[in-house]
């Protein structure tokens, strides 16, 4: 891929059309050599450094470019000197089946980049999650998504463009964050095949709740604010039904 190219995978339409995303920095590439031993796509991926990163040890097929080549197709302010161009997803291919006991979140136009990236690293590390996007959510191969996530991309199986008409076919059991509703310390929480987070500032239509039958729940508090973070919200239900 030409250089002019990678830059523009800065943006989705290009990513889009390349079929490619960005990853940047030694954690991530680190990440990225764990996930490649369970999925062989990811040997594609081409690994672009500079000399500081010549002799850096590495699957990946290795292009050495200049420091200021770098600066310019990097997304960071000061990259390290080493990134990835990864493929994405092949378009229709599903995440894997799901494993036993393995619980969905589902998330509703979800729009924060750095929100979605914690989010996929808490489910990430708590394990036994799948992530669903509905459509108009933000991209989840959003440079600054797959950053906050530290990695976790690679680790936590996505599903995206998943509408609401399409969870209670898929799903006889669905619960949701309301403010009125059961604790989530409740035994019942951990009742449900999936867990729906709204929109961070308009949540979820109460009539498509209704209509989908989503249990409500809320994380109790003693504070004097409205609400907490949706990225906080979800990493507090993944750690209850963890527990």
């Known amino acids: 891929m030409k250089l002019d190219d990678i830059k523009k995978l800065q943006q989705k339409k290009y990513r889009s059309e390349f079929g490619h995303f960005l990853v940047e920095g030694e954690h991530l590439l680190l990440e990225l050599y764990k996930a490649a031993a369970h999925d062989p796509r990811l040997l594609r991926s081409q690994l672009y450094v500079t000399a500081a990163y010549e002799h850096w040890p590495s ?14 197709i990097a997304g960071t302010q000061t990259p390290q000197g080493i990134l990835a161009v990864v493929p994405l997803p092949d378009a229709g291919t599903p995440a894997g ?35 669903l996007l ?36 898929r799903f006889p059991r669905i619960a949701c ?6 604790p989530v310390q409740s035994a019942a929480f951990r009742d449900f095949d999936c867990y729906l987070f709204g929109n961070e500032a308009r949540g979820v239509p109460r009539e498509q709740l209704a209509a989908l039958g989503a249990r409500p ?7 004097s604010i409205e609400s907490l973070n949706l990225a906080s919200t979800v990493s507090l239900c993944a750690y209850e039904l963890s527990r």
């Open 134 to 169: 509905s459509p108009g959510s933000v991209d989840p191969y959003n440079p600054k998504v797959v950053r906050a996530s530290m990695g976790a991309i690679f680790h936590t199986p996505l599903e995206l463009e998943v509408t609401l008409e399409a969870l209670h076919a």
């Open 177 to 182: 964050l309301d403010m009125q509703g059961e």
């Open 59 to 72: 699957p990946l097929r290795r292009h050495l470019i200049t420091d200021r080549q770098m600066a310019q």
């Open 217 to 223: 729940f809320t994380i109790g508090g003693c504070g």
């Open 97 to 131: 089946a799901p494993a036993a006991g393995e619980r969905a979140i589902y998330l509703h136009e979800i729009q924060d980049p750095g929100n979605l990236g914690t989010i996929l690293r808490s489910l990430a590390w708590f394990g036994g999650f799948r992530c």
